[in-house]
């Protein structure tokens, strides 16, 4: 905190009395009050535009009941993100004390490091009974966190991915409290297209129906189970299509005339089972879809959801997200971020230059590293995550003698897992360590009783910790940038002036319904709901945005993040 703020520590369990602690700028204690539950909305907008920052456990836990009163935060610190990043990050000198405040180790992020980690794994051990709310616990973990970021040294970047997370989660907690606006008439008519009327009394729809008849006439078998593919592999054996699975990558492979059909009725189910009635009543009421996001949900950092499937909304249900009247969408996405962001990391001007003010695929087209766009994505991508055969392995040579200092970075972050040591994003979130499952093998295959078995598998397990560990810093800094881009995008947005009553989104809530605000969030894409009065004051706030991301990254570094960006009302004509 800079010598003005005031930080005010909110603790208290459901249903009782809040505590308000109020905290100089060196983190003592200048005041507490404990006010009614019913006073804590008031009190939060009363404190609107200062330089206030309230801490709290969790912002999920506190931060929509102030938006269901039509109250909204400016800054906050979330002391249960913040404190997954601080208890693993290798840049923290003294991470004792934090680590021993077993009780705060709920966050997403907490996932155990198998001999290859998945990079889009979410957690399966996260406790279900959160972080503690009082203000005792509250007060000493904050204590506990500003210590480990004092023990990181001078440069700042731990408190910025801190503050960048925390503002990520009010992020989150208002856009599942706005919804994303979503036509259920289209929805409807889009389902009905696919797969025909909605079936009153149960069982399949119409299409999939008579596809499913068709599949078990050519399999020969009126029973047979189009659901369960180790029953399809089985029907499949007995006509002579030798599949082993029933991935649509490995159908593909055999000519018979079931294949089509087959492919097709396993597009449909998937289109019923994730987005289809079921989807349609349980997760949009009141012309919004309402998701659950989960901020810092995967190990890199990028966002999770854990309802309603907000991460893989098909492209074919776009054309369900449309506008209010009198509203418009400002839809962004950002091009290559990923290797943008490593050129930045890795001060590489030669693969900047490729960048500069155009699609950065055709930038290495035309520095002569490769002869199309197509090897420029394949060379790239086999880059950050690790491709060794095919065409990247074939490629991946040229972008090091073209882009030495950006190879060089992932191939040292590489080598660095494969040793079992851990590599740290551009801000200081650390990847997970090394299992002792892991560990125990390199151990035996390199003493004197390890097998060739033992020795093989270990290369392997090796070799794919490389791969993560590569990715990692990749992925985790494009996140970074992408949650400071959003953090800012939410405050330029707020500073714009409400629309009069007769112009509001109340659908938005009252928090959010009379101003342009975040609709939706993807990885590398975002969406705001504006008011058409302010669309192209919006489209010039979210191109600033992108660039004042990268000179908060990366300073003076000439990188830049070109946006392709749409003003429409009708999100599939983005």
């Avoid at 009190?43 to 801490?55: D, F, L």
């Avoid at 005339?257 to 289109?271: F, G, N, S, T």
């Avoid at 890199?300 to 959801?305: I, P, Y």
């Avoid at 714009?496 to 509001?504: Q, Y």
């Amino acid at each position: 905190m800079t010598p003005d703020d005031v930080a005010w520590v909110v603790a208290g369990a459901a249903g009782v009395d809040i505590d308000l602690v109020r905290l100089a700028a060196d983190g003592t204690e200048v005041s507490r009050v404990r006010v009614p539950t019913g006073e804590f909305a008031g009190r939060v907008q009363a404190a609107r535009g200062t330089r206030v920052r309230w801490v709290w456990s969790d912002t999920a836990h506190w931060y929509p009941r102030l938006l269901a009163e039509g109250v909204r935060v400016e800054r906050c610190r979330d002391l249960r993100l913040c404190h997954a990043i601080l208890r693993d990050s290798a840049l923290v000198a003294d991470a004792a004390p934090i680590r021993s405040a077993r009780e705060w180790d709920v966050d997403a992020t907490t996932v155990p490091a198998p001999e290859a980690p998945a990079l889009f794994a979410l957690a399966t051990d996260a406790a279900a009974s959160g972080p503690p709310h009082d203000a005792a616990s509250a007060l000493a973990e904050f204590a506990r966190q500003r210590a480990a970021a004092a023990s990181a040294g001078g440069n700042g970047r731990l408190d910025l991915l801190c503050a960048a997370e925390s503002a990520g989660a009010l992020v989150a907690a208002e856009m599942r409290a706005a919804g994303l606006p979503w036509d259920v008439a289209v929805h409807e008519r889009i389902l009905e297209d696919a797969l025909g009327a909605r079936p009153a009394g149960g069982g399949p729809p119409e299409r999939m129906a008579i596809l499913a008849a068709e599949i078990r006439g050519l399999l020969g078998d009126p029973q047979a189970s189009l659901d369960s593919p180790p029953k399809l592999v089985r029907s499949l054996h007995r006509i002579g299509v030798p599949a082993r699975t029933t991935a649509k990558w490995e159908l593909g492979q055999y000519e018979h005339p079931v294949i089509a059909p087959l492919l097709e009725y396993k597009r449909l189910a998937r289109l019923l089972s994730a987005n289809g009635w079921a989807w349609l009543d349980e997760w949009v009421h009141e012309g919004r879809f309402r998701p659950v996001y989960i901020p810092a949900g995967v190990v890199t950092g990028r966002w999770a959801s854990s309802g309603g499937g907000a991460l893989q909304i098909p492209r074919l249900l776009r054309a369900a997200v449309r506008a209010d009247p009198g509203w418009t969408f400002v839809v962004a996405d950002v091009a290559q971020l990923e290797p943008r962001v490593l050129a930045g990391m890795s001060g590489d001007t030669a693969l900047a230059r490729a960048a500069r003010g155009h699609d950065l695929y055709s930038g290495i087209v035309d520095s002569g590293a490769v002869a199309t766009r197509a090897e420029a994505k394949v060379a790239m991508l086999g880059a950050m995550y690790g491709a060794t055969t095919g065409e990247s392995g074939r490629l991946v040579p040229r972008l090091r003698r073209a882009y030495p200092r950006a190879m060089r970075l992932v191939d040292d972050a590489a080598r660095v897992g494969e040793e079992g040591d851990v590599v740290s994003t551009w801000l200081g979130r650390t990847s997970p360590r090394a299992s002792e499952r892991w560990l125990r093998a390199q151990r035996v295959a390199a003493g004197e009783t390890g097998s060739a078995v033992d020795r093989d598998q270990a290369r392997r397990a090796a070799g794919d910790r490389g791969r993560f560990t590569r990715n990692f810093i990749v992925q985790g800094t494009a996140a970074e940038w992408a949650l400071a881009w959003l953090g800012e995008v939410r405050v330029r947005l707020d500073a714009l002036p409400p629309v009069p009553a007769e112009e509001a989104a109340p659908r938005s809530g009252a928090a959010l319904g009379d101003r342009p605000h975040l609709a939706f969030f993807l990885h590398d894409e975002l969406i705001v709901h504006t008011p058409a009065r302010h669309a192209d004051a919006a489209a010039q706030i979210v191109r600033d945005c992108a660039a004042s991301a990268g000179r908060l990254l990366f300073g003076d570094f000439p990188i830049d993040f070109p946006l392709d960006l749409k003003v429409t009302t009708m999100a599939d004509k983005a």
